[in-house]
Every structure is written in C-alpha cells, then in structure tokens.
Nanobody, 126 residues
Framework: QVQLVESGGGLVQAGGSLRLSCAAS????????MGWFRQAPGKEREFVAA????????NYAHSVKGRFTISRDNAKNTVFLQMGSLKPEDTAVYFC???????????????????WGQGTQVTVSS
C-alpha cells in the first residue's frame, strides 16, 4: 500500500523560506514522476511543481517559477519542495502526489495522480 507523508509546513513571514518533504513507501518510488499541489480555503487544488523519475526534468506553475525548487532523493524515497520569497498568496495546504502510471501523464493534472499525502499547512503572514 502506497503511503505519502508530508512534513515541513509552518508559519512564516512574507519573504521567508520553507522546505517541504514527502516520504514515500509501498511502491517503486524511483520509477515515477512526483508532484506537489496545493489547496487554499475555498479554492480548487492547483498544481505547484513536478519532477521526473530521474530528477532530470521539472515543471512549475507560473506562480511559483523562480521561487520554488522541486528535487528528489530516490535513495531515500523522498521528494522536496524548497520554497523561497514566500508570499501571503502561497498560503495553502500542500500535498505531494504519486501518479497512476509511470509514463505518459499530464504532470499538472490532479486527475493523473492516484495517491496523495495528508497535506501540510503552509501559512505566510504579511
């Protein structure tokens, strides 16, 4: 059974940084793209970033490009999201996700992902 456990969220002032982690178990993690999504109160879940199974390719939402960096450590079955220059509008619950299959997915589409963590709250104060 696949398990994804996020950590690293918290309260930070605007302009600050946080590093989120997502530990995976129960599947061959290293064969899959991994994604980060977020959901703010009253809003739909939105794509943040994704990384290929090798770590050689990444994709970012326009709103976070240049401020966030996704990375992974396949030896530790962990994916990271380094967040910098945080803004109040980044406030949300952040989720990591593992897709339904290991190839041919639309990285930014939530429906392509079958497994989700419980989420970690990120709050950015102004």
């Amino acid at each position: 059974q696949v398990q994804l456990v996020e950590s690293g969220g918290g309260l930070v002032q605007a302009g600050g940084s946080l590093r989120l982690s997502c530990a995976a178990s129960g599947r061959t993690f290293s064969s899959y793209t991994m994604g980060w999504f977020r959901q703010a109160p009253g809003k739909e879940r939105e794509f943040v970033a994704a990384i290929s199974w090798t770590g050689g390719s990444t994709n970012y939402a326009h709103s976070v490009k240049g401020r966030f960096t996704i990375s992974r450590d396949n030896a530790k079955n962990t994916v990271f999201l380094q967040m910098g220059s945080l803004k109040p509008e980044d406030t949300a619950v952040y989720f990591c996700a593992l897709p339904k299959r290991s190839y041919g997915i639309n990285w930014s589409a939530p429906d392509e992902y079958a497994y989700w963590g419980q989420g970690t709250q990120v709050t950015v104060s102004s």
